[in-house]
């Protein structure tokens, strides 16, 4: 059974780092857009960043400068290096893969970890 299984979420103070992981089981090829999503408390589930399987790259204005997506297309995974971190980036990140198979769109989706910053 296909799964996204998250790793590398916690607690950091302000200005800290963490490095989160997604790794794929279940599922031999690689996705078209692998990615994160996050959701605060009372928010609604924003995208972080995404990147395709050719390295193309979209990330929300608030990623720039400050966090990066990397994917490992042999070992099927994809990270997130966050850096500089604000309390206001305290969230459930979720990994997010597309499977984009002529007009249709499979999504899938961790569980989320959990980041918390404090002040």
């Known amino acids: 059974q296909l799964q996204l299984v998250e790793s590398g979420g916690g607690l950091v103070q302000a200005g800290g780092s963490l490095r989160l992981s997604c790794a794929v089981l279940?599922?031999?090829?690689?996705?078209?857009?692998m990615g994160w999503y996050r959701q605060a408390p009372g928010k609604e589930r924003e995208s972080v960043a995404n990147m395709t399987r050719f390295g193309n790259i979209d990330d929300a204005d608030f990623a720039k400068g400050r966090f990066i997506i990397s994917r490992d297309n042999v070992r099927n995974t994809v990270s997130l290096q966050m850096n500089s971190l604000k309390p206001e980036d305290t969230a459930v990140y979720y990994c997010?893969?597309?499977?984009?198979?002529?007009?249709?769109?499979?999504?899938?989706w961790g569980q989320g970890t959990q980041v918390t910053v404090s002040s």
């Open positions: 997010h893969a597309q499977l984009f198979v002529g007009l249709q769109t499979s999504e899938y």
């Open positions: 279940g599922f031999a090829y690689n996705f078209d857009v």
